[in-house]
């Protein structure tokens, strides 16, 4: 039977390697976020809604298309994204044009938390530029659910 000091050190032992893992993580986010070209070339994403790259569907319309991240962080962590990115590679690039499509996702964001039953809260993150941590562009949503989310996010 453990002590109360070695259950202590044993969880702060687990405490300190998930803040190392998450680190690790943040670290492996922002090399590939600053090493991604923010321009019109073909994306991962352009190759998923071809088919050329297998992904998990749970939402899908004329406009926009929603998959289940391949690495979640966050026990429900669903990608949406437009069909089409007519220039839309980032938030911060989006004109009046966009302006539909635009609620259209954050709607979809909404409809598909209700389909997972999210029905405690989500978070919904657009990252955005090199030093908002976004590794591709062509703009997404990314729908996060199913713990508690923590604050601050970054």
Known sequence: MKNS????????????????????????EIEAALAATPDDAPTIFDKILKKEIPSTAVYEDDKVYAFRDVSPQA????????????GLLGLSKAEVRHIEILGHLLYTAKVIAK????????????????????????????????????WPPG
């Open 5 to 28: 000091q070695e259950r202590e050190d044993i969880r702060r032992i687990r405490v300190l390697g998930s803040h190392l893992g998450a680190i690790s993580m943040a670290s492996s």
């Open 75 to 86: 026990p429900t962590h669903i990608l949406i994204i437009p069909k089409v990115k007519d």
């Open 115 to 150: 389909q997972e039953g999210l029905d405690d809260g989500f978070r919904i993150v657009i990252n955005d530029g090199p030093a908002g941590c976004q590794s591709v562009y062509h703009l997404h949503i990314h729908l996060l659910g199913g713990r508690q989310m923590n």
